[in-house]
């Protein structure tokens, strides 16, 4: 969902649609000029400030289902996984064509949360990004499963022949399945 937001700047379609989202509220430009200070602050990896500016700005233009994201986006930054899902899930329930997105994300919160479960649900969506299909390989590697750990970085490769780390990954599997039959 980072990529959904990340693109987000205040444009003229922005502007033109907080402005419909605020209705009655007085001084729009003083709301733009938040919204752009919280994404400034979101950039510069100050988590604080943008959480801080997202939910003034929310709490203006509640039904604005992209400040849902970025505060998803933000509190996931910040490692507060369960509020990040409720964030994500508000998002989802304000614009339900985002709910396979949403559930994604959930996804991948769980298993940073360390709720392996999850990695078998995302694995059963088949729409892994290669950093999904990795993750399922470290899940599998960590749980001695040498043989489905390498399927899974062999996917992930495949997705991204460039990326390093589960080329990496698939050299330490050889070692290891090497090591087993010494």
Not at 9 to 21: F, N, P, S, T, W
Request: net charge negative; glycine share 6%.
């Amino acid at each position: 969902l980072k990529e959904q937001s990340a693109d987000i700047k205040m444009g003229v379609d922005e502007a033109l649609e907080v402005r419909d989202l605020a209705g009655d509220y007085e001084d729009i430009e003083a709301l733009g000029a938040a919204l752009e200070a919280a994404d400034a602050a979101y950039d510069s990896q100050d988590w604080e400030t943008a959480l801080s500016g997202y939910d003034a700005t929310l709490e203006q233009i509640p039904t604005y289902v992209d400040l849902h994201l970025k505060r998803g986006n933000t509190l996931q930054q910040m490692t507060r996984y369960e509020e990040a899902i409720e964030a994500f899930q508000a998002a989802a329930i304000a614009q339900p064509g985002l709910q396979e997105q949403v559930d994604a994300a959930v996804t991948r919160l769980r298993m940073a949360m360390g709720d392996y479960d999850a990695a078998g649900e995302l694995a059963a969506t088949a729409s892994g990004s290669r950093e999904d299909l990795y993750n399922l390989g470290e899940v599998e590697f960590g749980q001695g499963n040498i043989d489905a750990a390498a399927e899974w970085y062999e996917k992930s490769s495949a997705v991204d022949p460039n990326w390093v780390k589960p080329i990496f990954k698939l050299a330490l599997v050889a070692l290891n399945l090497s090591l087993i039959h010494l």
